[in-house]
């Protein structure tokens, strides 16, 4: 399977995510674990840097919002921080984040969805100004939107992070048939979205 | 539709270098707060050692009964010269402290002069006075007591003088209203065409041009920058929620804000904020270096060069920061405890206590300052 432009543009981000190199941690991988267990600052940037583009990404496209994303990829690296101890050096450290960023998402989704939006008036105003999206970005955003978190949770771990529908079982602890079956609804209903879009 | 076009559609969202900071930032922070199962590097082992000294200390000393061995503990875990009152001060300089037994000047050798019934004082910028307020009344005075002007107004808080040697001014606030008076005492005036201000204390520019620039906080949360001849309003701030203290740094060329989740550094020309993730912190101030101390409940940080360090952790409370005016020790308090503790942050790492500051005072109070 081909990688993602982006991840084909970055050769070092792609050994965490490709599955031949999921079984296995790679061997910097480990030592950055390691090193970070021993109280390494600079080890645990390596980490940091090494995941945050795809948990950053990933939060932004199961939630939609770039605030909530960033505090939703804070707050898993800041789990990771504290688990790291207790973490297994042999296994590899990218979909123990990655579940932890999803999940957290999908709570997230799920508690906008029940709370009352505040008014504009009520809405702190952002220190700088937000970055305005493409058209491209607009379309995605308005697709995805039309999912629920759950589908575009399979959606995103599919086909940005490039897990087996297998893999996204185990790592959201659903049965196969239902991974399967979610994405082949969220193909749809992006198809769908995106040609009223004019895409 | 195609895998290819999913996949190509995923990658759309750019990626938040500024976001990729912040978050660094914070996680870097709870990096160093954690203690590691294994030995960690030199340095870092000594902070913590420190931290874990003075927590030991400031945990026998919260019991009255722990109080006999307190002295005992501190010579165990290295705490030098744990003071049962203060007899001098670490570094050279004045320190003013002001409370309800009123505000009190303390000489580097320990001696200690009441300026009078005022709860609230502030150095002026070169530490030739002391501006100080009791609920309606507004005094100039000198450090050894004298006293220039008073000015009555009521429901007076946070004043705070800034300026030049040849050209000063003192700000405050009313209720919600800020007032600035030239420092001889005339010519007050509400700045009335401002937007309210929150309970923070106001902070003047340091400068060495003769100009008067203030920065503070609206009831929404935002920040102002005036320059005060002028009338003039340099540059506002987004608004942010639970702003509640303000510093700049010895250069006036930052200001940074203390809010509910986070830390805000504005270049101070252009108003442009830089955010730290830091939560609950309460009280902060730049040393004459440019480092920044971050006061939060249980935890004092420092954050040198883009680094956040955790400097003291005691398991009681915090309260109060005071830089010596040689940036070289930092001055804290643990109410609970009744001790003041000193933290040399250059040139050492020694840990100084002093114990029974109630009885010394009439009353715990606040540090308002340390002027050389």
Same mark, same amino acid.
């Given at each position: ?95 123990? %984040? ?102 | ?309 955790? %400097? ?39 840990? %100084? ?20």
């Amino acid at each position: 399977m081909r990688p993602p432009a982006v991840l084909a543009a970055v050769p070092s981000l792609l050994s965490a995510v490709r599955p031949e190199a999921r079984a296995e941690p790679d061997r910097r991988e480990s030592a950055w674990i390691r090193d970070a267990q021993r109280g390494s600052t600079a080890a645990l940037e390596h980490l940091f840097r090494s995941h945050w583009p795809r948990a950053y990404r990933t939060a932004l496209l199961v939630v939609g919002d770039a605030g909530a994303a960033e505090d939703i990829a804070q707050e898993s690296f800041l789990a990771a921080v504290r688990a790291l101890d207790r973490f297994d050096r042999r296994r590899p450290f990218g979909p123990w %984040l990655h579940r932890i960023v999803v999940n957290r998402g999908i709570d997230w989704a799920r508690a906008r969805a029940l709370r009352r939006e505040l008014g504009a008036d009520d809405a702190p105003e952002p220190a700088a100004p937000e970055r305005e999206p493409s058209a491209h970005g607009r379309a995605l955003a308005a697709a995805l939107a039309e999912l629920g978190p759950e589908h575009r949770a399979v959606i995103v771990l599919r086909y940005l992070l490039d897990y087996t529908p297998g893999e996204i079982a185990e790592l959201l602890e659903l049965p196969r048939g239902t991974v399967n079956s979610r994405l082949r609804r969220g193909l749809d209903r992006l198809e769908a979205v995106l040609q009223d879009e004019g895409e | 539709m195609s895998e290819r076009k999913v996949k190509r559609l995923l990658d759309t969202p750019p990626l938040d270098e500024e976001a990729e900071e912040r978050v660094w930032e914070t996680v870097r922070a709870a990096f160093a707060e954690r203690e590691p199962l294994e030995r960690p590097p030199q340095r870092f082992r000594l902070v913590l050692a420190l931290s874990a000294l003075a927590a030991a200390v400031a945990a026998a000393a919260f019991s009255p009964p722990g109080r006999a061995v307190v002295n005992a503990v501190r010579r165990t875990i290295g705490i030098e010269h744990a003071q049962p009152a203060l007899f001098s001060l670490p570094a050279p300089g004045r320190l003013l402290v002001a409370g309800g037994s009123g505000a009190w000047v303390v000489a580097a050798d320990g001696s200690k002069r009441r300026l009078g019934d005022y709860p609230q004082a502030s150095w002026s910028p070169h530490g030739l006075y002391v501006v100080a307020a009791a609920p309606n009344e507004l005094a100039a005075i000198t450090p050894a007591g004298a006293v220039h002007w008073t000015l009555a107004r009521p429901q007076i808080r946070f004043p705070r003088w800034g300026g030049t040697r040849s050209d000063t001014r003192i700000a405050y606030l009313t209720t919600s209203r800020l007032h600035v008076l030239a420092g001889d005492g005339t010519g007050d005036t509400d700045a009335g065409g401002l937007p309210a201000a929150a309970r923070v204390a106001p902070a003047w520019q340091p400068t060495t041009a003769d100009r008067h620039v203030l920065a503070y906080v609206t009831t929404r949360g935002r920040v102002i920058v005036v320059d005060t001849d002028r009338g003039s309003v340099r540059w506002i701030s987004a608004g942010y929620a639970g702003a509640h203290a303000l510093a700049w740094s010895h250069d006036g060329t930052q200001l940074a804000l203390a809010a509910k989740t986070k830390v805000v550094l504005f270049d101070a020309r252009t108003g442009r904020a830089t955010t730290i993730r830091v939560e609950g912190v309460r009280a902060l101030a730049f040393s004459t270096d440019g480092r920044l101390a971050l006061l939060r409940h249980r935890v004092l940080l420092l954050r040198v060069g883009g680094r956040l360090l955790t %400097l003291f952790a005691p398991p009681g409370a915090i309260a109060g920061l005071a830089w010596s005016p040689n940036g070289r020790w930092l001055l804290t308090e643990l109410p609970a405890a009744d001790e003041w503790v000193f933290l040399q942050t250059r040139g050492g790492h020694r840990i %100084l206590a002093v114990s029974h500051i109630t009885a010394q005072f009439g009353a715990f109070p606040s540090l308002s300052g340390w002027a050389s």
